[in-house]
């Protein structure tokens, strides 16, 4: 499947589409690629980037914002981890909702003990683990920059409320999109310049030159945007931000990453059909690997 990035009207004129191929350097200039380049495989690399893509989902749904760089911190892993670093909650961190429990599950994702049920090709523990740590670091860093060299393209202080999804918003993307209302924090809504910087904030979960993330396909939306309000989206693949997902394959559904975001277990024991084409039942692993209770895995 090809992904084709594009800009719904979000009721300003003249905007530029914020699209996944959006390149975002470290001095807050943007280059839009050619069209050759605006269609872009939905390459997943090795369950990588879907995931960072729920990630910021998940952040967005539970803290109410996008601040990474702040929000999560790199930690040592511990000898018993057997892993020098791994990314975490920093202390930084104000849970909106849920105390943060599918941010925690995804986060928990990057444990290699997934590693005896799961596919990796289709997810890879280590290979979540090693970039993440390595894309906040990058993140800081570009914040770093940005505020002494460029502070008025940093990311606004802002306030995220999801208005919409999962949900297609018919830009042939790699997977459902989430819509969020974007707001200053005295509850004006973002310019389209402040609503372009909002992007950077991105970095950590591979936008632009930061990883170049085909699931992020940061946008503006009027689809479902209140009145007067900025909205934007980003599209994760099915499954991993809730069991309201756009899946659809009969009575043994398919789930892109063979695993689903259902916290109350109510799909325990339901059929399922993994990625390989096996049909079999969603397991729980919260007894094994209890950092990433919430998800159900078809293995």
Known sequence: MKKMFGLVSAGFFGLVALQGCVATSGDGSEQIGSASEAATACYTNSGLNPTK???????ADELGRWVPDKDLARVNGGAATQYNYIVVLSGNAVCLKNNCANTRALLGQQDDRLMSFIDQNVFNP?????????????????????????PGTLPPAHKLTRVGGPIDLGLGACGPHYVYQADHLDGSPLTSTEASNLGKALCTY?????????????????QGCPAGRTCIAVDPADGDNGTSTTTTAGSAPTY???????????????ACTTTSGKVTKLSSRCSTVPATCGYLYCS
């Open 206 to 222: 591979g936008f632009g030159s930061c990883g170049s993330n085909p699931f992020i396909a940061y946008t503006l939306t009027g």
């Open 53 to 59: 893509a729920a990630l910021a989902v998940a952040m």
């Open 126 to 150: 280590a290979v979540f683990r090693n970039d993440l740590s390595a894309s906040l670091e990058r993140a800081q860093t570009m914040i770093s920059d940005l505020s002494r060299n460029n």
């Open 256 to 270: 892109p990453m063979n695993r689903v975001y259902n916290p109350d277990n109510s799909l325990l024991n339901t």
